[in-house]
């Protein structure tokens, strides 16, 4: 395994290497979480990275309140040990990692019990990318020979010293990952308290696990509002756990798997094959409601019936006699929009007409105003939008009203999608096509219930047909 990156080699370029990655935007004060009045202490009086804060007078490095706190290993060899868990062969993947780092076997015991309890309590810093943190993640699981339940013996270590000892077990009989690297921060006043680790140790059938994407924590959105409460009254613990991307959602549920969660939610991301199957192995039921992605063996599936929604948008806008109509979509090819275009477009040709145009657009209401900017800047213009959500209809609407002093219906429709509380303020008045959130939260629920019961039930999927609220932003049948 190539160890020759400065980082992984060279103690001061370690240092620079952390401070870069876990202080992107410049020091942060753990004590106080001051980022502008800090000062790095030089000279030989003062140890290697040390900081001041002006504004609590604390001391600090890069390494306070991480796993790499008050270790007296140096911390290339911290790096290195990550770098050769991520790389490893996932079936035995600390084999040889006491001679990689010219270590003890005890010593790397040691580094190695760290990074597991780490990730299993949520507190390994964000010093790798997606990619590298899913293959961490296994490489941990691999190393709990229980696959994440409650309970367990962490193995001990294949690697052997250059004396030929074997390497001692990172635990000394059964015990909760979670309680165990809870007792570690104790002890050792090295980590912040997970509250991750808390709701571990509150026992596995009281968790769900909900992976939430950006377009869950829209503005008045009901659909994560309701799920948490509805969780919540069946008396659950909830652990959301937000997620950018599928690779992130690959590595967010092996990190709840870790934490022993009951079942696991998510909205929008469908996680990967692997990722599905990891959650089979391990008896933990997963759900993914309005996926905008593929699809893995062995999920179940809750979604809005998208295509009979364009369908219904179409009729909508042809009933307000509009002809022109344009789709502004989400910022990639979601599958909801695929879905929807497809049946809007159907339904347009059933009746004659056909698409005018489709703007890359996006999620938020800036998105919107721009999107509608560049459609009405157009030499040719259209009558009518048809937007991936609510927020950015709401975008659309501003900028027809006050950029090109258009009239909502009567010169241009506007039809939004999801039913944001804000969609019916007076100020928008939005039409609105409304996805049946409990209806689905309730299926959810109910698979989940039944996969515990009948592990043959699961892949299932089910599609809910939206229904479409009028108000004020399509003109009324003639």
């Not at 006491?98 to 964000?126: C, D, H, N």
Request: net charge neutral; charged share 25%.
């Amino acid at each position: 395994m190539d160890f020759s990156a400065p980082e992984l080699s060279d103690e001061t370029a370690a240092r620079e290497w952390l401070e870069a990655a876990m202080w992107p935007a410049g020091p942060v004060c753990p004590h106080c979480g001051e980022r502008s009045h800090i000062t790095r202490l030089a000279g030989g009086s003062h140890r290697r990275g040390l900081h001041k804060c002006n504004t609590c007078n604390g001391h600090f490095t890069v390494t306070v309140g991480s796993l790499f706190a008050r270790s007296k290993v140096p911390l290339h060899l911290w790096l290195r040990a990550i770098r050769y868990l991520v790389d490893a062969d996932t079936a035995n993947p600390a084999a040889g990692l006491s001679a990689a780092l010219e270590l003890s076997a005890k010593t790397t015991s040691y580094l190695v019990q760290r990074i597991v309890m780490a990730v299993a309590a949520g507190t390994f810093p964000s010093i790798i990318g997606p990619d590298e943190m899913v293959r961490l993640v296994r490489a941990c699981r691999t190393l709990d020979r229980s696959g994440g339940k409650r309970d367990v013996v962490v193995p001990a270590l294949a690697a052997r010293s250059a004396g030929g000892s074997k390497a001692p077990p990172l635990a000394d009989g059964p015990a909760s990952l979670g309680a165990r690297a809870s007792h570690v921060m104790d002890e050792r006043r090295a980590y912040k308290h997970s509250p991750a680790t808390e709701i571990t140790n509150r026992g596995r059938q009281e968790v769900t696990g909900v992976l939430v994407s950006a377009a869950a924590y829209l503005p008045g959105s009901p659909m994560l509002n309701r799920l948490t409460a509805r969780l919540q009254s069946a008396a659950r613990m909830v652990l959301i756990v937000e997620v950018g991307c599928s690779e992130d959602a690959d590595a967010a549920v092996l990190q709840l798997l870790h934490h022993g969660v009951h079942s696991i939610l998510s909205l929008h991301h469908s996680p990967s094959d692997e990722s599905a199957a990891d959650c089979s192995r391990a008896d933990v039921p997963l759900v993914v409601l309005s996926p905008e992605a593929g699809r893995a063996e062995g999920a179940f599936y809750i979604s809005c019936d998208n295509e009979a929604a364009g369908r219904l948008g179409a009729d909508a806008l042809i009933s307000g006699e509009h002809a022109n109509i344009a789709y502004i979509r989400g910022p990639r090819k979601l599958r909801s929009d695929e879905d929807r275009l497809r049946g809007l477009v159907h339904r347009l040709e059933e009746c004659g007409g056909r698409l005018w145009a489709v703007d890359e657009g996006g999620l938020t209401y800036e998105d919107g105003y721009a999107a509608a900017s560049r459609l009405f800047t157009a030499h040719t213009k259209p009558d009518a939008l048809f937007c991936h959500n609510d927020l950015v209809a709401m975008g659309a609407l501003d900028a027809v009203r006050t950029e090109f002093r258009l009239s909502v219906p009567r010169d241009v429709a506007v039809l939004g999608f999801g039913n944001l509380s804000m969609s019916s303020w007076p100020t928008y008045q939005l039409d609105t096509i409304e996805q049946p959130v409990e209806d689905m939260i309730d299926a959810a629920l109910t698979l989940l219930q039944l996969s515990h019961e009948d592990r043959e039930s699961r892949g299932r999927s089910e599609l809910f047909a939206g229904r479409l609220l009028r108000r004020k932003t399509i003109r009324t049948p003639s």
